[in-house]
């Protein structure tokens, strides 16, 4: 496995977890760009358009992500444990030798999973800011698409777990006691750097200006036109994907000494 993307193994630190932060940042962006060359295709979400499909209960995009993550289960993708299913439900046992995953985190850490809050996130606010409006009839690429965006939301946002434990193992004897107490204001402050998340949110939006260009021969120039608008990529940052990393940090901490 390639390093930048698991970092646990050797050796844990602020700064590598960060580094994987800033990586996941370009698949975000990269994944809210593909997602953007369909329009909204409302018949993607509508569960009478999937009703049709035998062993389907709900709209095209359930029935797309529940097949593909029993898939991936049965590939052993959710046996790393920075990886969440949405529906974690009935899954199927992975059929691939195991893979010593190192033992990084408390295992506290399997109870918390969001991913009911980034679906509703990512459908009923996210989805309808940078998509375009209409109904190009490419349903099952889109839901793909949508999937390949939960996927990345998901795994950096749940990457809360592994910062929240270096912070931990820095600062035992701060945060100890507002464990103890179950204090999740105290928490919420030891763990914040108001600054790192100004940082995040200009980065991002400087990679949705620059991946999401028109890039042109000549002297044409980009027109101010991108593929996903980056004050929404910013957005996105600072009123969900940091705020929800936050809440994965709170939610570990207040189990890490159980
Ligand atoms: O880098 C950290 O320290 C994190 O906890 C991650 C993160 C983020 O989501 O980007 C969240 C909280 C901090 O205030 C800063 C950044």
Known sequence: MAKAES???DGLTLELIRESLIRQEDTIVFSLIERARFPLNSPTYDKSY???VPGSCGSLVEFIVKETEAIQAKAGRYENPEEHPFFPDNLPPSQV???KYPEVLHPAAMSVNINKIIWDMYFNELLPLFVTPGDDGNYAS???RDLECLQALSRRIHYGKLVAEVKFRDERKDYEPAIRAQD????INLLTFARVEEAVKKRVEKK???FGQEVKLGDEGNKGKYKVNPAIVSRLYGDWVIPLTKDVEVEY????LD
């Open 253 to 256: 901490l207040l189990h890490r």
């Open 208 to 210: 949705a200006m620059t």
């Open 7 to 9: 970092n646990v193994s």
């Open 50 to 52: 999937a009703s049709s």
């Open 97 to 99: 030798p195991p893979h």
């Open 142 to 144: 889109t839901a793909t």
């Open 184 to 187: 999740r204001d105290t928490l």
